[in-house]
């Protein structure tokens, strides 16, 4: 991986090793059962677990993004990410916390009202046209992701066509990345979007050329866990997909990515301690 740094609320973070982002989803609905905290306590568990497993990062989502997941209005997700952020600030003042949202109102009020640090942008400025102009003005680290369509239509034939599914995200995220840079973002993370508006194929053309991404000179998120490119290929469910999990991630850090986007953040830890430890001139 690349080192990098990452300019969170006036503090320069640089890190030389790949990063652990634990997922914290405060909805009723994710695609991963165990991940979902809707009451106080739970989230207060989630949070503090994590953050002693060795979280470099907390990744707090309000909404859904699992396919056919259903709409959720911006007063709802407001209101969840605000419980979210309040318990999460109770646990640790400073671990740096992303929100996975895509609207930039939401965005705006994560970061200068709830004490948020980092935008995680599923649909990589494609479903809030203001949402790059936010970041920019807000002066947040930005996590672009690849994504075709939007939740509930991703998976449709349409959105999963590619002549060349490397070539074609590549240049989609490039471009962003032109467009950001020219705004002045400066700390952009790219993620190629696993699992969305990508079949089976598709996912896996991605990972084995993962390394093509460095191209663009940006920290590269990696987030598989649990997800249907494993359990449709193993014929398991989420609930016994961990090792499959850990396997891949262990080969994404091999072909450049710089941070984990995980569930389990024990055995994402000790994945990335381990590459570490053999790959000690790649930190």
Same mark, same amino acid.
């Not at 991963?32 to 979280?55: L, M």
């Not at 790059?132 to 991703?154: K, N």
């Not at 194929?201 to 997800?227: A, C, W």
């Given at each position: ?22 997922? %914290?989803? %405060? ?66 003042? /400073? ?40 970041? *920019? ?20 034939? /349409? ?41 089976? +194929? ?9 390394? %093509? ?24 469910? *989420? ?14 850090? /091999? ?8 569930? +389990? ?19």
């Amino acid at each position: 991986m690349l080192p990098f740094s990452l300019n969170v609320k006036q503090r320069l973070l640089t890190y030389d090793h790949p990063l652990v982002m634990a997922i %914290v989803n %405060v909805t009723p609905d994710s695609f991963y059962a165990s991940s979902r905290s809707t009451d106080e306590a739970t989230i207060k568990q989630r949070v503090t677990e994590a953050i002693n497993q060795g979280a470099d990062i907390i990744d707090l989502g309000a909404y859904s993004s699992r396919p056919g997941a259903m709409d959720v209005d911006i007063k709802t997700e407001l209101e969840r990410l605000e419980t979210g952020m309040k318990i999460i600030r109770q646990v640790s003042s /400073d671990i740096p916390v992303s929100i996975d949202t895509f609207r930039a109102q939401v965005a705006r009020t994560a970061i200068t009202q709830l004490g948020a640090d980092i935008i995680n942008d599923i649909s990589g400025g494609n479903l809030d046209n203001k949402m790059f102009e936010t970041v *920019a003005s807000l002066g947040c680290p930005y996590i672009l992701m690849h994504m075709r369509g939007t939740p509930r239509d991703m998976m449709s034939d /349409d959105n999963t066509s590619y002549n060349d599914v490397t070539a074609e995200v590549l240049s989609s995220l490039a471009i962003k990345v032109g467009q950001l840079s020219l705004m002045g973002v400066k700390d952009i993370i790219i993620d190629p979007g696993f699992g969305f508006a990508k079949t089976l +194929d598709q996912n896996y053309t991605l990972m084995n050329n993962l390394e %093509v991404f460095t191209s663009l000179g940006r920290p590269i998120l990696v987030g598989i866990s649990r997800k249907s490119m494993l359990t449709h290929l193993l014929n398991i469910s *989420a609930n016994d997909a961990l090792n499959a999990t850990t396997a891949l991630n262990a080969m994404a850090l /091999d072909r450049g990515a710089s941070i984990l986007r995980v569930h +389990d953040v024990l055995q994402a830890r000790q994945c990335v301690d381990i590459y570490s430890r053999l790959n000690p001139n790649h930190q």
